[in-house]
C-alpha cells in the first residue's frame, strides 16, 4: 500500500548540502504496522516527512494505494494529507484549545459540518478513552492523555495511514505500553495501517509486524521484527 523507490533526499543546494536518504527501498503492506528504527541523523524523520508530503524527494518515486505522490499537484497533495494522519513525540497540540476542539480542529479545516463533527468527536473521545476530559486543556492532562488526544485528532479524518514518530519517547515505560497497547487495538479494530519511527528497540518488538533498520539514510536490513531482532 506504501511503496518507496529509489528514494534520494537531499538538503540544501551547491556545496552546501546534506544527503538525509540515499536510494531507499521500502514496501509497507495495507493493515500492517511497520517500525522504523535507527539512531539520530539515520535519516527517519526525513523518511516519515516524505511520506506524509511535506518534503519532496530529491529523486525516486513514493506510491500509496497506486498514486504517486511525487506527480501530484498542490491541490490534490492537500487532498491527500488529510488521508494521512499524524502523531508526535511532544504531542503538537493546541495549548489555548480544549480536547474537544483538538480533536475537531482538523474536521473544521475540512469544513465538516459541526453536527457531524460532535459524532465524529464524541466516537473518538470514547475510542481513546478521554470522555471525561472533552472541556480539559492539554495543560491538565497527563503525558499518556495528551498522546491519546493527539491519536483521536490523527484519526478524525478516518485516514488510510497513521504515521507515528517517535510517539512514546516522552512517555514513562507503563504510559508507553498503554499508548501501543491503544495503537494496536485500532490497528486490529480498523486494519489500519500504522508506521512507526523510534530509536526504542522494546517499541518495536512489542508491536511491529516488520522492521526496517535505517542507518545513513539507507535501509541496512528489513523483515519481520522475530527475524530481525532475535529474541533470546
Ligand atoms: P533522524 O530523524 O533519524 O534523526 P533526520 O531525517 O532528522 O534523521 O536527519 C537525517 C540527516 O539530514 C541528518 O544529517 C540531518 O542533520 C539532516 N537534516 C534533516 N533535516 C534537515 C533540514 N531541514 N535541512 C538540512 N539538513 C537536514
Ligand atoms: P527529531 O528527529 O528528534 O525530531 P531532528 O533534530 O532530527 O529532531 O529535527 C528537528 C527539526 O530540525 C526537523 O524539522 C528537521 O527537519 C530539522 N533539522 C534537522 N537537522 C537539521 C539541519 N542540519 N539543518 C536544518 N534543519 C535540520
Same mark, same amino acid.
Given at each position: 500500500?506504501?511503496?518507496?523507490?529509489?528514494?534520494?533526499?537531499?538538503?540544501?543546494?551547491?556545496? /552546501?548540502?546534506?544527503?538525509?536518504?540515499?536510494?531507499?527501498?521500502?514496501?509497507?503492506?495495507?493493515?500492517?504496522?511497520?517500525?522504523?528504527?535507527?539512531?539520530?541523523?539515520?535519516?527517519?524523520?526525513?523518511?516519515?516527512?516524505?511520506? /506524509?508530503?511535506?518534503?519532496?524527494?530529491?529523486?525516486? &518515486?513514493?506510491?500509496?494505494?497506486?498514486?504517486?505522490?511525487?506527480?501530484?499537484?498542490?491541490?490534490?497533495?492537500?487532498?491527500?494529507?488529510?488521508?494521512?494522519?499524524?502523531? %508526535?513525540?511532544?504531542?503538537?497540540?493546541?495549548?489555548?484549545?480544549?480536547?474537544?476542539?483538538?480533536?475537531? %480542529?482538523?474536521?473544521?479545516?475540512?469544513?465538516?459540518?459541526?453536527?457531524?463533527?460532535?459524532?465524529?468527536?464524541?466516537?473518538?473521545?470514547?475510542?481513546?478513552?478521554?470522555?471525561? &476530559?472533552?472541556?480539559?486543556?492539554?495543560?491538565?492532562?497527563?503525558?499518556?492523555?495528551?498522546?491519546?488526544?493527539?491519536?483521536?485528532?490523527?484519526?478524525?479524518?478516518?485516514?488510510?495511514?497513521?504515521?507515528?514518530?517517535?510517539?512514546?519517547?516522552?512517555?514513562?515505560?507503563?504510559?508507553?505500553?498503554?499508548?501501543?497497547?491503544?495503537?494496536?487495538?485500532?490497528?486490529?479494530? %480498523? /486494519?489500519?495501517?500504522?508506521?512507526?519511527?523510534? &530509536?526504542?528497540?522494546?517499541?518495536?518488538?512489542?508491536?511491529?509486524?516488520?522492521?526496517?533498520?535505517? &542507518?545513513?539514510?539507507?535501509?541496512?536490513?528489513?523483515?519481520?521484527?522475530?527475524?530481525?531482532?532475535?529474541?533470546?
Amino acid at each position: 500500500m506504501i511503496r518507496l523507490e529509489h528514494v534520494t533526499k537531499v538538503y540544501g543546494k551547491g556545496k /552546501n548540502t546534506t544527503p538525509a536518504l540515499s536510494d531507499l527501498d521500502l514496501s509497507i503492506e495495507k493493515g500492517e504496522i511497520f517500525g522504523v528504527i535507527g539512531h539520530s541523523g539515520a535519516g527517519k524523520s526525513t523518511l516519515i516527512r516524505c511520506i /506524509n508530503l511535506l518534503e519532496r524527494p530529491t529523486s525516486g &518515486h513514493i506510491w500509496i494505494d497506486g498514486v504517486d505522490l511525487t506527480k501530484l499537484g498542490k491541490g490534490a497533495l492537500q487532498a491527500r494529507r488529510r488521508k494521512i494522519g499524524m502523531i %508526535f513525540q511532544h504531542f503538537n497540540l493546541l495549548s489555548s484549545a480544549t480536547v474537544y476542539d483538538n480533536i475537531a %480542529f482538523p474536521l473544521r479545516l475540512a469544513k465538516t459540518p459541526e453536527k457531524n463533527i460532535r459524532t465524529r468527536v464524541d466516537e473518538l473521545l470514547k475510542l481513546v478513552g478521554l470522555e471525561a &476530559h472533552a472541556q480539559k486543556y492539554p495543560a491538565q492532562l497527563s503525558g499518556g492523555q495528551k498522546q491519546r488526544v493527539g491519536i483521536a485528532r490523527a484519526l478524525s479524518s478516518d485516514p488510510d495511514v497513521l504515521l507515528c514518530d517517535e510517539a512514546t519517547s516522552a512517555l514513562d515505560p507503563q504510559t508507553t505500553d498503554s499508548i501501543l497497547k491503544l495503537l494496536l487495538d485500532i490497528n486490529q479494530r %480498523f /486494519n489500519l495501517t500504522i508506521v512507526l519511527i523510534t &530509536h526504542e528497540m522494546n517499541v518495536i518488538q512489542s508491536i511491529c509486524d516488520r522492521v526496517a533498520v535505517i &542507518h545513513q539514510g539507507g535501509i541496512v536490513e528489513q523483515g519481520p521484527v522475530a527475524e530481525v531482532f532475535l529474541k533470546p
